[in-house]
C-alpha cells in the first residue's frame, strides 16, 4: 500500500487549520515530498511520517507557497546527521530556484553539509519524472502563470493510480494525465489567470473518469467551503471531497 498525505491545502493565503498546499507520499521502500512549504519537519512529525526516510522533493512549480520550506527542511535535516542525500526533482525553472533559495542562506557554512542533487524533468509532454521500486511517477505540462506539472503517482504493487493537478487552468493535459485515474487530486482556488473553480475541476474530474475528486488548493480563508463541495458535486457524478490538513489517501 502507499500512501498520500495533505500536509496543508490552501491556495497561497493559508488559514488557521490550512496550511499552504504540500504533499508527502509513502510507498513500501520510498518516501518523499511534492513541494514543500512551512515546517516540513514538524509537519513529517505530525502526520506520523519519519523524516529520516525521506530521499526525493518534486516541486511543481517555483511559486513562493510551494517552495519556501526548502531551506528549512534542508538545515533540519542537516542537523539531524541526515545521511541520505536528498535529490531535487523539478522542470528547470523550478530548479534553478531552488538552488537560489538554498544559496541564499550559505549551505557551504554548514559543516559537512552535502548538497542536494537536482534532477531536471523535460516537460515536453507526459514523462517520467521519478521511478523507484514501488512508485512510478509521471508528469505533464500544465497552464499556470509560470511553467508548472501535474503529477500522476502510480503504486506498482496495486496498480492503483493518485493524480494532482498543481496549480493550474482547466487544460487538456490534465485530463490526459488523469484518464482512468482511481483519484484525483484537482486545485480549486477560484476565478484567477493560471487557476480553476470548482466547478472546472469537477468537469475535469468527469472528463477524465476518475473514481473520486479532491479539492485543494482552496481560498480556507473566506466563504463557505461547503460552497465549494456543492459546487463540484453538480459538475462531477463521482465522491468529492475537500482535502485537509493531515487527511490521506491509501492506493
Request: charged share 20%; aromatic share 6%; net charge negative.
Amino acid at each position: 500500500m502507499a500512501t498520500l498525505t495533505f500536509l496543508g491545502s490552501s491556495a497561497a493565503v493559508p488559514a488557521i487549520g490550512h496550511d499552504n498546499t504540500y504533499l508527502a507520499l509513502e510507498g513500501q521502500q520510498s518516501t518523499l515530498l511534492i513541494d514543500c512549504a512551512g515546517s516540513p519537519l514538524l509537519k513529517l512529525q505530525l502526520a506520523g511520517i519519519e523524516p529520516s526516510g525521506l530521499e526525493y522533493v518534486v516541486f511543481t512549480h517555483r511559486h513562493p507557497d510551494h517552495m519556501y520550506g526548502l531551506p528549512i527542511l534542508l538545515l533540519g535535516l542537516w542537523l539531524q546527521r541526515h545521511r541520505k542525500r536528498l535529490r531535487i526533482v523539478a522542470e528547470a525553472e523550478s530548479l534553478l530556484t531552488a538552488q537560489a533559495l538554498l544559496e541564499l542562506f550559505h549551505p557551504e557554512e554548514w559543516p559537512g553539509f552535502q548538497a542536494p542533487l537536482y534532477c531536471e524533468v523535460a516537460l515536453t509532454g507526459e514523462t517520467v519524472a521519478l521511478e523507484l521500486p514501488d512508485l512510478l511517477i509521471t508528469a505533464s505540462p500544465t497552464e499556470h502563470i509560470v511553467p508548472s506539472m501535474a503529477l500522476k503517482m502510480v503504486n506498482k504493487g496495486t496498480g492503483r493510480a493518485v493524480v494532482y493537478s498543481s496549480d493550474t487552468a482547466p487544460c487538456e493535459s490534465v485530463v490526459r494525465l488523469a484518464r482512468g485515474a482511481d483519484v484525483l487530486i484537482h486545485e480549486a482556488s477560484g476565478e484567477f489567470m493560471g487557476h480553476s473553480t470548482p466547478a472546472q475541476a469537477a468537469q475535469t474530474a468527469e472528463r477524465a473518469g476518475v473514481g473520486k475528486l479532491y479539492l485543494i488548493h482552496y481560498a480556507a480563508r473566506h466563504g463557505n467551503l461547503n460552497a465549494l463541495l456543492e459546487e463540484a458535486r453538480r459538475e462531477f457524478s463521482g465522491p468529492v471531497e475537500l482535502a485537509r490538513d493531515f487527511g490521506a489517501i491509501d492506493f
